[in-house]
């Protein structure tokens, strides 16, 4: 079964810094898609990036980037120039690239300091 | 506003009792899965249907079902609640059976069990 590890229960970053989530993952499988999910104080669940394995380039979006390194399943969400609509919990997420279910990991709390 | 709706938002009952929670996918989306959130188990996938028929069981307990109606929407019956079931619980949407980028997730019903 596979199963997503984030080490870092809290993170703090000054506003307009650079912030770096990290996410482990361990997989049997070699095509799969890895995601970074938002949680803000709405409880909504808001897809922040998605990264599809078999694709070396690290996806961005925006102020948002990844660092996927497969060979050591880990996959870091790195958030440039923060901003206070920021701070969340962030989630790091796994799902196989024909399956269907998402696995999470426990989440990160993202505060931005003004 | 990710198109996902969930009924209703917000739910208290006592223990013993049954609840029904709610929800519709996005426009033309087959699949619905439901996840609970829960602050001992963290986000954890339960069952997954599309169009109509069961296709995927997660950490689901006994006393839980769900059912997709022809209309798509899902509802899923919890039943002799427990304190423990207290917890936020996530319908999500995607067009495909598996696979696919992406699922799209409603804004959650927050259950809890006095």
């Known amino acids: 079964a596979q199963t997503v590890t984030q080490s870092q229960p809290e993170m703090s970053v000054q506003e307009a810094e650079t912030v770096t989530l990290s996410c482990t993952y361990d997989t049997s499988e070699s095509d799969y898609y890895l995601f970074w999910y938002k949680q803000p104080p709405s409880r909504q669940m808001i897809l922040v990036i998605r990264?599809?394995?078999?694709?070396?380039q690290n996806a961005t979006e925006n102020r948002f980037s990844v660092n996927f390194q497969k060979a050591a399943k880990s996959f870091s969400l790195k958030i440039s120039d923060s901003q206070l609509g920021d701070a969340a919990m962030y989630f790091c997420a796994y799902r196989s690239r024909y399956g269907n279910k998402l696995v999470f990991g426990a989440g990160t709390i993202l505060r931005v300091k003004s | 506003d990710s198109g996902v709706t969930q009924t209703p938002k917000h739910l208290i009952t006592a223990t013993g009792q049954r609840v029904t929670l709610r929800c519709s996918p996005r426009s033309g989306d087959l699949s619905v899965y439901w996840y609970q959130q829960s602050l001992d188990q963290g986000l954890q996938f339960l069952i997954q249907?599309?169009?109509?028929?069961?296709?995927a069981k997660g950490n689901i307990l006994e006393r839980f079902s769900a059912q997709q109606f022809p209309d798509l929407h899902s509802e899923l019956n919890l039943s002799s609640l427990e304190l423990g079931d207290s917890a936020l619980y996530f319908c999500?949407?995607?067009?495909?059976?598996?696979?696919?980028?992406?699922?799209?997730f409603g804004p959650g019903t927050r259950l809890t069990v006095l």
């Open positions: 999500a949407s995607s067009v495909e059976l598996a696979g696919g980028p992406e699922q799209f």
């Open positions: 990264q599809e394995a078999y694709k070396q």
């Open positions: 249907y599309y169009n109509g028929e069961e296709r």
